[in-house]
């Protein structure tokens, strides 16, 4: 690294001052768009809130819309990819990777908290926003057919309309954001565990179940 | 009503032109401020889809915080009646409670949604704002010790914290304001008995407890 003087064509030059690469720019940018509303936030407060001028921020990236299109594919890249393994796992039933799609979700969640916040709060008002709105409704319709694929083998009750578990599943993962901050004391491990343990057995203590 | 020449003085006068009463301007803010966020609404966008003058709003109402504040009143009266009375009511155990207060619960969501959306997005920027976040988390803390009475009762699973549990179940009850609206399909009634079966009995099918 030291040695080389003249970059590499393909490596991207690590522009703008120390501690202000785009790594930075963008997790300030989702920070203020989750606390401010990406609507109401302008690339000057966001210059203001990094302690930048806006044109040293344009040095980093092409404008706010480039900031909210990162943002929700960090977030769709990992929701698809919890899904998208668990739709060709070929070697459990459905039951069991929904059950995993849920575990994962929730450790996503956590994880990209930030990212999947914005991705929540998207209501369509640009062509990114459509974009998105349109690969989350993709991942309802996948998450809808498994829980429709585990209720058709067997294993998952039948009596509530597939689409309406797979809601509540996910409005209940999805609620996460929300309060996971303000209840700091818990590791993903456990709310995950949690989360998958109410869903399929529920919260009713079964006496008859107790070894 | 037609013989009375002169309003009793207890009976608030019917302001404004007809078909634009309080009520109408209460439903078309909270409308707007679901749409467009509070602090991005202002009286002049609430006069222009109501097609007023901004002097024929102040007619009705004393400004943008009266509206704000009326319309969260709205959901957490409804709230604290169905918590007030699972608290109140003896004759059941809290396992049973607490059943009837997150069916009650997604009762309460369906039919005051536009009002429970804008208190479920409140973050605390006013003072109407905070006493509403007050109100929030006293119910929070109701609602957690019920689960805490059901547990301690045996009735209830008691391997989960009381207050992940609380979060988890109003967080999946809370979900509806997000996709009712969109899978309009479903009847109150099936709505709040698909949560409170997922949340208490589960959704893995079991066999075992067939007849």
Do not use: C
Not at 38 to 64: C, F, N
Request: glycine share 6%; charged share 25%; aromatic share 4%.
């Amino acid at each position: 690294m030291t040695s080389a003087a003249v970059p590499e064509p393909s490596a991207p030059r690590r522009r703008g001052r120390p501690g202000h690469d785009q790594a930075t720019v963008l997790r300030t940018a989702v920070d203020l768009f989750n606390r401010r509303g990406y609507d109401a936030t302008s690339m000057g407060d966001l210059a203001k809130e990094l302690g930048l001028t806006k044109a040293a921020i344009y040095h980093h990236v092409d404008g706010k819309e480039q900031l909210l299109s990162a943002a929700l594919n960090d977030a769709l890249d990992e929701l698809e990819a919890v899904v998208e393994e668990a739709i060709r796992d070929e070697g459990t039933n459905a039951h069991e990777r929904l059950r995993s799609v849920v575990r994962r979700s929730v450790e996503v969640l956590m994880a990209h908290q930030p990212s999947v916040t914005l991705l929540l709060r998207v209501r369509g008002n640009s062509e990114v926003e459509v974009a998105a709105l349109a690969r989350r409704r993709r991942l309802d319709d996948q998450l809808a057919e498994l829980v429709s694929e585990a209720a058709r083998e067997g294993s998952l009750r039948a009596d509530i309309p597939p689409r309406l578990v797979s809601r509540l599943l996910f409005g209940m993962v999805n609620s996460l954001v929300e309060w996971y901050h303000s209840e700091g004391s818990y590791d993903p491990a456990t709310v995950a565990g949690a989360v998958t343990s109410l869903a399929f057995e529920g919260l009713t203590d079964r006496p008859a179940q107790r070894p």
